[in-house]
């Protein structure tokens, strides 16, 4: 199958075209390479490019040409990012979301979206999320996705596109942008920079490692049903545990940790109930707490040239703006 991955060259979408490729199919990545897109996360991986955005109609009709399926990562991903500059998330998360229905509706071409738990909001303690539930985004970021996400189920009512939607857990793993929680800590961790948690660090979020969130979105791509939602569910950690067992695996000194003020609007909870996406046959093959945060972390210190020249320019700017008060607070 000849298969469009948009967002291809950040994170978990690198991951995705690496899982296709591997199992025979062929793939066109559609990116517009954004702070987070990074060719290097494709390098050695055989695929057709196309460098444009996902909400304009002639890349995406370029993009498309022949492709059986449309599978979207594409998206401004970060929270922190979203409190600062939400405006750009709409551009991308909503109205790009729809430029690509649209080309899917012209091409009678299988949509995925993939999209989070976040737009759930966050939930009691003991509670978990089920598909059908009501969606409650709290930041900006999960807001724009849960328009995206609605604005999909709408495409499938009304115009029949065959479309589903992924919502998955936290995710970490090798190529991940160090600004979310895993990559940002390991990486201060191993450059002796602090690690500045919100609030107190008791806030609950569930960990997916990329291959196995890109199992099961694949699964959903082959055997999903129109119009369905697919929770894909972690294993659930308090961010100070991760920040501790970062310390330990890195060997940095404890008094890194700076406890700095909170995110605003901060989630406490998620959690997901994924047993839906288990029926089709979906099981996570990677523990975190065992073998997927070791051999993440591991993966930051053999890879340091990948992520060096990262923390420089324009990602200095961002993260003086986001935590120079808080760690001189
Ligand atoms: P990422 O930030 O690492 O990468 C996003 C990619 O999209 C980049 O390559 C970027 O260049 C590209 N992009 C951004 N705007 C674009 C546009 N307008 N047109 C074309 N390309 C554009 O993201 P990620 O963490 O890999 O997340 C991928 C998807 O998974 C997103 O839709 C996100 O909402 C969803 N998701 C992420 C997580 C997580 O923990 N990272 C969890 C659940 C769901
Ligand atoms: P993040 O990786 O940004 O993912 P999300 O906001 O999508 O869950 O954050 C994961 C958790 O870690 C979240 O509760 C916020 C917290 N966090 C910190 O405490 N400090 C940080 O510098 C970052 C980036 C996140």
Redesign the pocket.
């Known amino acids: 199958m000849r298969v469009l991955v948009t967002g291809g060259a950040g994170f978990i979408g690198s991951h995705f075209v690496r899982r296709l490729v591997a199992g025979g199919d062929s793939v066109v990545v559609l990116d517009k390479l954004t702070y987070a897109g990074n060719p290097a996360n494709l390098e050695g991986i055989e695929h057709e490019f196309v460098h444009g955005d996902i909400a304009d109609p002639v890349a995406v009709a370029t993009a498309t040409a022949g492709c059986a399926a449309i599978v979207n990562f594409a998206a401004e991903t ?3 990012r979203s409190i600062l500059g939400p405006m750009e998330f709409v551009h991308t998360d909503v109205l790009g979301t729809m430029c690509l229905l649209e080309a899917a509706r012209e091409t009678d071409a299988r949509f995925v979206q993939v999209s989070t738990d ?1 737009v759930y909001g966050d939930l009691e303690a003991g509670g978990r999320a089920q598909e059908g539930d009501p969606l409650r985004p709290s930041s900006p970021y999960s807001a724009a996705k849960a328009g995206g996400d609605l604005q999909v189920l709408a495409y499938v009512r009304t115009y029949g596109v065959h479309a589903s939607i992924t919502r998955g857990a ?1 995710t970490y793993g090798p190529n991940q942008y160090p ?3 895993v990559p ?1 800590f390991t990486t201060n961790a191993m450059e002796g920079e602090p690690l ?3 609030g107190d ?1 008791k ?1 609950v ?1 569930e960990w997916l490692h990329a291959e196995d969130h890109c199992a099961g979105i694949e699964l959903v791509l082959r055997e999903g049903a129109p119009g369905e939602v697919y929770n894909v569910g972690g294993e659930d950690h308090e ?1 100070i545990e991760i920040t501790h067992r970062i310390l330990e695996l890195t060997g940095a000194d404890p008094s890194l940790v700076r406890h700095v003020e909170d ?1 605003a609007g ?1 989630d406490r909870r998620y959690a997901l109930d994924d047993s839906k996406l288990r029926a089709l046959g979906w099981q996570p093959q990677h523990s975190f707490g065992e073998g997927g945060l070791p051999a993440t972390v591991d993966w930051y210190r053999d890879n340091r040239s990948w992520w060096e020249p990262i923390k420089s320019g324009a990602y200095r700017a961002y993260y003086d703006e986001q935590y120079a008060n808080r760690l001189k607070a």
């Open positions: 970060h929270v922190d976040e936290n600004e979310k929680l940002l500045p948690v919100y660090g806030q979020r961010n995110r901060h």
